[in-house]
Structure formats: C-alpha cells, structure tokens
C-alpha cells in the first residue's frame, strides 16, 4: 500500500486550485525581484564627418552617417548594462561596462564607477529602473583614406528610478565619449561625463491625486 505523505497531498491540493484559476506554476515560482530589461537604443541626432585629408568633408557624409550608427550600438549597450540592467544594478556589478573600454581606459572609468554606472549600491535604493531616454550627437574623424578614425559622441540619457520609499528619481547622464574602432567595434578610450540626478514630484492629477512625474 502507498503511503502519500501529507505535504504532498497539501500542495496537490494547492497546485490545483492555482492551476484552476489560471495561475500557473509560474506564479509561484516566479516571487523573484523582476529582471526584465527596459527596451532602449540611443536616438542619433547629427553624425558630422571631419576629415583630415579634404577641406570640405561634406561628401563623406554616409561613411560619418554609418561609423555614426556603429558608435551609438556602443553608447545603447553601455547605457543599458550600466543604468537599466537590473542584475547588475542589484548586485552592483558592471564587468560588460568596463569591457567597452579599451585596456588603456579601464581602470580610470572603474575608477568613475558612480558617475558612469548607478554603482555598486544601487540595489540598496532602487526597486526599478525604467522609463529610459537618450540621444546621441557623433562627430567622426576621417583619416587621409576617408576611412573613419576616431569619434566624439555626445550624449544625454535619462531614465526614472523608483526607489525603496516609494520617491522617483530622475537619473540624468550627459558628457562626451571618445571613441575608436577595432576588432570588436567601437571602444571608448577617454571620456567626460557628468551626472545630474534629481527626485521627481508627481504631477497632481485632474482630481488631485498625483499621475505624471514633472522634472
């Protein structure tokens, strides 16, 4: 004879009736913090060719406009490993950052580790990341064979953080990137970046109770 033991019967019972009501069992695995990553690319504003070789780099527009794309794949990725991926935020790690500078610059942006990533104590404060918002301005330098040497991109992101408390704060980065290609894309070798956080209040809504965030 079998002999079912009770907890198994209990959680039939349970699995059942979650199962019944559309649940699922995702429902009860899944009590987790939430992982998901924001979607988000940098919008590109100018891509502006500078050419050493030729007085008027006007021409060179599409090799500035496709070096301009390359380097904004490079900016997105950072931005969403350093500010907007929650497993690095929370466990304040930010290895896939550092790994889009080049050997020269690693040490000096882990050395600005809290104004280029949220940092290594983000998960004390936030409980999401979201809302992401960012444009980037490229001024490419072309070599004598009108091959794209260097870059400059100019960004400005924002992303709305809701912390632990219940506030919201408005995460704000602008500065410039200076940038070279290799191998493996584009690589940051210097930079100027600043932050400019600050709480955001809810707008009062039609009946008083707050909705939108204002600035």
């Known amino acids: 004879m079998w002999i079912v033991p009770a907890a198994v019967v209990v959680l039939g019972a349970v699995l059942f009736f979650v199962l019944r009501s559309g649940g699922g069992v995702a429902g009860i695995l899944n009590s987790g913090p939430d992982n998901t990553i924001p979607p988000f690319n940098f919008k590109i504003g100018k891509a502006t060719p500078i050419s050493v070789a030729k007085a008027d780099a006007k021409p060179l527009a599409g090799s500035a406009k496709n070096a301009a794309s390359q380097v904004a794949k490079t900016m997105t990725t950072l931005y969403t490993e350093a500010f907007l991926d929650p497993v690095n935020w929370r466990g304040g ?55 794209p040497a260097t870059a400059v991109a100019i960004v400005k992101f924002t992303a709305l953080g809701t912390n632990k408390d219940g506030t919201l704060t408005l995460i704000v980065s602008s500065g410039q990137y200076f940038l070279r290609p290799g191998s493996d894309g584009w690589r940051i070798y210097a930079f100027e970046v600043s932050r400019a956080d600050h709480e955001k209040i809810p707008k009062p809504g039609p009946s008083g109770s707050p909705s939108a965030v204002a600035s």
């Not at 790994?99 to 998960?123: I, N, P």
């Not at 936030?126 to 009108?146: A, I, M, T």
């Open 93 to 147: 790690t930010y290895d896939e950052v550092w790994s889009l500078f080049d050997g020269s610059s690693q040490a000096a942006a882990q050395k600005e580790g809290t104004t280029l990533t949220l940092g290594t104590t983000a998960g004390d404060t936030f409980e999401k990341v979201d809302q992401p918002r960012g444009r980037v301005s490229v001024k490419v330098l072309l070599d004598g064979k009108d091959q």
